[in-house]
């Protein structure tokens, strides 16, 4: 049987404006209560300021839900010493994080509540948006105010046979007609790196816009199809075109064309 507690009535919640958005967007974004749940009972630890739920648990706010084994809130007496504000949601195995486009998955998570960010680590660190998968090896942050997230650690996103790779990559989130969420842009920093079926381009940043196909990379720019490659410092590639140009930025561009059997 599965035991239901809630914390909505306890849950206090500040809303910010982040840079680009205004009061009414981000006032919409998040609601402003908790619910916690979980199959195998929720403890209350006073002297820690705790509630664990364990067993299949789940915190819900907002459309936004944190699925694991294991859920710890964390929260604050108030001034006046009665009420009590959740702050923080540890997640702790077979870590899941579910919106209405988009899902996530890790070992361990922490949900900041007051910035409305939660931080997955562990294995397996995957996003499954609409339209790209995201992975990463060290971290992966979604903010879910900001409707942005960020890959941290041989960073890759996928689509078909094309594939993305950086340090870091951050996604940003666009919201369309129908409220439905999708990837509209890819911000890459450091040994940045596309690969396709035909060629392979290399560069320190870049930036991907997914509807477009076209991604710009700057910086020590190689772009190798077979025994040809193509250096500058800046370059577009299109991958659904499969076609790339060197643009010339502030120095010269330049080519090592290899050619079957001589000119």
Known sequence: MRRRFSLASMVVVTLFTFSGQTQENAN??????IEIEAEDGIEWIRDAKTYVA????????????????????HYRVQ??????????????GNVRIVSASERAFGDKAVYHM??????LLGK?????TTNAVITARDSLEYWQIR??????????????ENRLKANVLSAH?????????????????????ISTPTEIAR????????????????????????????NGECAEVNLNAGISRLLGGSGRVKGLITTQGGL
Request: with cysteine; glycine share 12%.
């Open 173 to 193: 989130f666009a919201t369309n007609a129908s409220g439905s969420q999708s990837v509209e842009q890819i911000d890459a920093f450091g040994e940045v790196h």
């Open 114 to 119: 007051d910035e409305a960010v939660v931080v």
């Open 54 to 73: 364990r067993g299949n648990a789940k915190a819900s706010r907002g459309g936004f839900e944190v699925l694991a084994d294991t859920l710890t809130a």
């Open 124 to 128: 397996g660190l995957r996003l499954e």
């Open 28 to 33: 919409t974004a998040v609601d402003d209560s």
């Open 79 to 92: 001034a006046d010493g009665d009420d009590q504000k959740i702050f923080r949601v540890d997640a702790d």
């Open 147 to 160: 409707q942005l997230a960020v890959a941290r650690g041989d960073a890759v996103i996928k689509q078909g």
């Open 203 to 230: 560069g320190d940043e870049g930036m991907y816009i997914l509807e477009t196909g076209i991604a710009t990379l700057c910086g020590n720019v190689r772009i190798t199809r077979g025994d040809s490659q193509l």
